[in-house]
């Protein structure tokens, strides 16, 4: 067997379970999509516009321009630990996780393809 299709051979199972990943993403996309815009919409109602006016940040900004980034961040990192984290319990409940022990998958190949 010549080495390049032994390499690429190597790498067809992380594609597989990275493509039953994403599409798993798609199911859930208003969980993905919708929640963290009712959160973040939330925090700019609650944070933004009643504690707006009487909140001082230093350099001249706006409060609003100071608090919008960090929600769009803290949605971002919210989602990348929930989407993750649910994949990894749901399989090791299922009982996925011991059959990719057996599989010819490396441990980073796991992880990078949940991530």
């Known amino acids: 067997m ?3 299709l032994r390499q690429e ?3 067809t199972p992380f594609f597989i379970l990275f493509y039953r990943e994403i599409r ?3 199911k859930v996309l208003i969980q993905t999509i919708v929640a963290p815009l009712i ?3 939330l925090y700019l109602l609650i944070f933004g516009v009643s504690l707006g006016a009487s909140i001082s940040v230093p ?3 706006s409060y609003l321009a ?3 980034p960090g929600l769009v961040m803290m ?3 919210n989602n990348c630990f929930q989407n993750s984290s649910s994949s990894i319990v749901s399989a090791k409940f299922g009982g996925d996780l011991e059959d990719f022990r057996v599989s010819p998958l490396s441990d980073q190949q796991i992880i ?4």
């Open 2 to 4: 010549k080495q390049s």
């Open 9 to 11: 051979l190597r790498w």
């Open 24 to 26: 798993r993403y798609l």
């Open 39 to 41: 959160n973040s919409s």
């Open 59 to 61: 350099g001249g900004v």
């Open 66 to 68: 100071f608090l919008i």
């Open 75 to 77: 949605s971002c990192l």
């Open 112 to 115: 990078w393809a949940y991530a």
